[in-house]
């Protein structure tokens, strides 16, 4: 019957046994903070070179619009001679230079198109900026709690090999059976088995941090601090709306650009003719106006409007996904911070119990079963702490993230 009972406490024990016992949050390697890995992520992201070329098209397409000339002069040089009997010996010399112009509602229109498209990209540059922050702040806590995984199994493999070796000992001291013996060392094969799964799964993701970031270890794990004030607007609709604001300038221009540009030339004509004792120069210019309607300039116009409207909803829709985001966001940290707060006061009250169980133990007035349910719910709590508090590191992050704050 002791067999027995013991047979059985080292079953419960397998099942119940803690994972992880309380422990300092893991320190960091290197001394990078949040923000210079942010910093390291997006030098490595290949958006950073197309938004910079991007960046470089829009100040192009902003120093175009300042000139009046709407596009490439044209230098033109004639020259004809008379080839007549009438021996008058005459020649012409003409010297042009024309260039199309823009109207002042067209230079305008076109200068504000620029300039919101320049300011799109800046908003988009912003964006992707706190995307990749968004990316480094869930694998960073995904690698926390990989490693919080490892520390549980390689702690609960640990105690069952500390407890295999108390049964070994009783085994061969004939108190025990050998199949308590055997139960005890499957379990610690079994907890072999459970490390060696979570020691791939933290290494891989680990190593998507690094991949993403540069950075050999994580940073110090401290939850991010919260910002009370008000914040700007978040750089995922500030993108949506300065889209909407392009498309806007983008249909005026439309609107503005219903003929084509005038065109002025000015001209040197040099004159010469053998009965004529001087030559005669004269000065030309020359303005050239086409003739638009609003039936060549339509499509133009329809395409412009239809990108409005498609802004405008896109506009709607990140309005309403990042109010969302902030709400839920704000309610998964209370619930973080409530779990947080439980598990802590369950773990004060099992340190407690487990101490007078302890005293109650060597006085002879408990057993062994509860001793080791006592320890086993103790560390099972403690265990329970270190994950609520990544869980609300985590949630720290998700609630800047959604309210568009850049550490």
């Not at 504000?112 to 320049?118: H, I, L, V």
């Not at 039936?295 to 133009?300: D, E, S, T, V």
């Not at 911070?337 to 302890?358: V, W």
Request: glycine content about 4%; some cysteine; aromatic content about 2%.
């Amino acid at each position: 019957m002791r067999a027995c009972r013991l047979s059985l406490c080292i079953a419960g024990a397998a099942i119940f046994l803690p994972c992880l016992a309380v422990a300092a949050p893991f320190a960091p390697v290197t001394g990078a903070t949040l923000k210079t890995v942010i910093e390291n992520a997006w030098a490595r992201s290949a958006q950073v070179s197309t938004l910079e070329a991007r960046q470089e098209e829009a100040a192009a397409a902003r120093s175009t619009a300042r000139s009046w000339i709407a596009g490439s002069p044209t230098l033109s040089l004639s020259q004809r001679n008379d080839r007549s009997p009438s021996q008058r010996e005459q020649r012409e010399s003409e010297l042009s230079l024309s260039a199309p112009v823009w109207l002042p509602g067209q230079k305008t229109t076109r200068e504000a198109w620029a300039a919101r498209s320049s300011e799109e990209v800046s908003a988009q540059l912003l964006q992707a900026r706190l995307a990749v922050a968004g990316e480094v702040r869930i694998r960073l806590w995904e690698a926390a709690a990989a490693r919080e995984v490892l520390a549980e199994k390689d702690d609960h493999l640990h105690h069952m090999e500390q407890l295999a070796a108390a049964v070994a000992r009783r085994v061969r001291a004939g108190d025990l059976a050998r199949s308590d013996g055997l139960l005890a060392q499957q379990e610690v094969h079994a907890a072999q088995v459970d490390v060696a799964l979570a020691r791939t799964r933290a290494a891989e993701a680990l190593a998507r941090y690094r991949v993403l970031t540069g950075f050999p270890d994580l940073p110090s794990l401290e939850p991010e601090p919260l910002r009370d004030v008000a914040e700007p607007v978040n750089a995922r609709l500030a993108a949506a709306r300065a889209t909407v604001s392009r498309a806007q300038a983008g249909l005026r221009m439309a609107e503005a650009a219903r003929g084509a540009p005038p065109s002025f030339a000015v001209s040197l004509r040099h004159e010469q003719e053998r009965n004529l004792g001087e030559p005669n120069r004269s000065i030309g210019i020359a303005l050239q106006i086409p003739l638009g309607s609003e039936a060549r300039n339509r499509p133009a116009e329809t395409l412009a409007r239809t990108q409005i409207a498609t802004a405008a909803a896109d506009a709607a829709q990140a309005e309403a996904s990042v109010a969302l985001d902030a709400s839920l966001a704000q309610e998964q940290l209370a619930n973080a911070q409530a779990a947080l707060d439980a598990a802590t006061s369950r773990a004060t009250a099992l340190h407690e119990y487990r101490s007078l169980i302890e005293n109650a133990f060597r006085l002879g007035e408990r057993g062994l079963a509860e001793v080791l349910r006592a320890n086993a719910l103790t560390h099972e709590a403690d265990v329970a702490v270190r994950q609520q508090r990544v869980a609300l590191g985590l949630a720290h992050a998700q609630l800047n993230q959604a309210r568009g704050i850049l550490p």
